[in-house]
């Protein structure tokens, strides 16, 4: 024993060098270990985002992970109760009370009270009358007004929710979250790193370098095509909507020139691989109308809006450009466009601008639409900063306006129908398709991908 000592003495002085060296690799292993937790965990999933948030308007599809909402969305639109067992309302739709369920607790195990909640509406008088109603007081009617509380709820003081996740970690850059950290208590479940990138084009490059696993949003569908170890997720998002909107002040495609505005409209294409929308509400939805005009990939009735065109158009107006403006990431779309104008005859040019233009002849965007059919702030006359195309219709404002004082889903829903024949009528947008909602992940990681994506519809 004496001499394994001597001889492993002598071994370790002739070799320290080289056993301060794995001392020091020993070393830096514990700390990435101790502070990342990566190593030797497969439980683990890394998810990267796109844009600057900070801790009030996170993504949902973080949010959902650490809580669920007062009330759902189902597949066709309709809102129902989920933390609520349901609620009730005033004549005039003004008033709401909504009781919580009973025995519902956060997840560091206290209940959920009324007070606990952090709600913040504008123009809404708040209260919680005892520890299972909230009331909200609404200074006009909104019947649709459950529709905004499908937010994930947080407690108020604290980042917790109803679990599985809790934060566990942040990291901001001055007002900005960089990091997040999430655990969960639920083994089958796997341990959560988050990072925010501010564009798309770091974004990338964060994946590339092994940054993160996953990337959430991002347009470019070419950006990992060489990368035979990425596979990408598409899904379609029926919250927004790619339109192409007319502006109505314009003299050539404006509010006097409807049958122009249609044949454009009939022309159009039908964008290949794309979830169609031939209206502004999805074919699913319970306030979509079936009977309602349908355009893209019709020539015959293009030429037949065109000639009815002709018979209001100076033979100058015909000569005339009509000036597509398209954001970035459209630009492939607004060729296609663009394309099919000219098949009619007309001056078609495409314009491509990274920002939203203050002035346009027409636009092609990507908007966001509620859940509910409630398009108010998109259409109404008096909605003069989102109403992009100034679409001006009185009885298209009626049925917006009665739209959101019914209570009833009947009524909401013939008032809704008679809009949607009201505006595609009158043509002031083309409405192409619902963009697909990119995700790309390590091939090795889709398993737990979709453990995480299952929680976060």
């Known amino acids: 024993m004496k001499l394994f000592f001597l001889v492993s003495f002598e071994i370790i002085k002739r070799s320290k060098g080289l056993l301060f060296l794995i001392l020091v690799i020993l070393g830096l292993i514990i700390f990435v270990q101790v502070k990342f937790n990566l190593l030797f965990n497969s439980n683990t999933i890394t998810l990267g985002f796109i844009g600057t948030y900070q801790t009030h308007d996170l993504p949902l599809e973080v949010t959902n992970l650490i809580s669920e909402g007062l009330v759902i969305a189902d597949e066709n639109g309709r809102i129902k109760p989920n933390l609520v067992s349901g609620w009730e309302t005033n004549n005039d739709a003004t008033v709401f009370k909504f009781k919580l369920k009973d025995d519902l607790k956060w997840v560091d195990g206290t209940p959920i009270k009324s007070s606990d909640l952090v709600l913040s509406i504008p123009n809404v008088e708040i209260s919680t009358p005892d520890d299972k109603t909230i009331q909200f007081k609404l200074s006009e009617a909104y019947s649709p007004f459950p529709s905004l509380l499908t937010k994930p709820i947080i407690k108020k003081g604290e980042m917790i929710g109803m679990g599985p996740y809790k934060i566990s970690k942040i990291e901001k850059s001055r007002i900005f979250i960089t990091k997040?950290?999430?655990?969960?208590?639920d083994s089958s479940l796997p341990k959560i790193y988050i990072r925010f990138y501010p564009n798309e084009k770091v974004a990338i490059t964060g994946f590339n370098l092994g940054e993160?696993?996953?990337?959430?949003?991002?347009s470019d569908d070419d950006a990992f095509s060489q990368n035979s170890n990425v596979k990408i997720l598409k899904k379609t998002?029926?919250?927004?909507?790619?339109?192409?909107?007319?502006?109505?002040?314009?003299?050539?495609?404006?509010?006097?020139?409807?049958?122009?505005?249609?044949?454009?409209?009939?022309?159009t294409p039908k964008i290949e691989g794309e979830e169609l929308a031939n209206n502004p509400y999805p074919s699913n939805h319970w306030a979509y109308d079936s009977g309602a005009k349908k355009y893209l990939d019709n020539k015959k009735e293009a030429e037949e809006a065109l000639e009815r065109a002709k018979s209001q158009m100076s033979?100058?107006?015909?000569?005339?450009?009509?000036?597509?403006?398209?954001?970035?990431?459209?630009?492939?779309?607004?060729?296609?466009?663009?394309?099919?104008?000219?098949?009619?005859?007309?001056?078609?040019?495409?314009?491509?601008?990274?920002?939203?233009?203050?002035?346009?002849?027409?636009?092609?965007?990507?908007?966001?639409?509620?859940?509910?059919?409630?398009?108010?702030?998109?259409?109404?006359?008096?909605?003069?900063?989102?109403?992009?195309?100034?679409?001006?219709?009185?009885?298209?404002?009626?049925n917006l306006e009665d739209g959101r004082k019914a209570i009833n889903e009947s009524d909401r829903k013939e008032k809704y129908f008679d809009f949607q024949r009201t505006l595609l009528e009158d043509a002031p947008a083309i409405f192409l398709y619902f963009p697909k909602y990119n995700i790309a992940y390590l091939e090795k990681k889709e398993a737990l991908l979709q453990k995480v994506l299952s929680l976060t519809k």
């Open 315 to 398: 033979a100058d107006q015909l000569k005339g450009e009509i000036i597509l403006t398209s954001t970035l990431n459209l630009e492939e779309v607004g060729k296609k466009v663009v394309e099919s104008w000219r098949s009619l005859g007309f001056d078609a040019k495409l314009r491509v601008e990274s920002g939203l233009p203050q002035n346009f002849q027409s636009l092609l965007i990507t908007q966001s639409i509620p859940q509910d059919p409630d398009q108010y702030f998109l259409w109404h006359a008096t909605q003069t900063k989102t109403n992009l195309t100034k679409y001006d219709s009185k009885r298209a404002d009626k």
């Open 237 to 267: 998002d029926f919250k927004r909507i790619v339109t192409v909107l007319f502006s109505m002040s314009d003299s050539l495609v404006g509010s006097k020139n409807r049958s122009l505005r249609q044949a454009l409209s009939y022309i």
């Open 180 to 185: 997040i950290e999430l655990t969960t208590n």
């Open 212 to 218: 993160v696993q996953t990337l959430f949003d991002f």
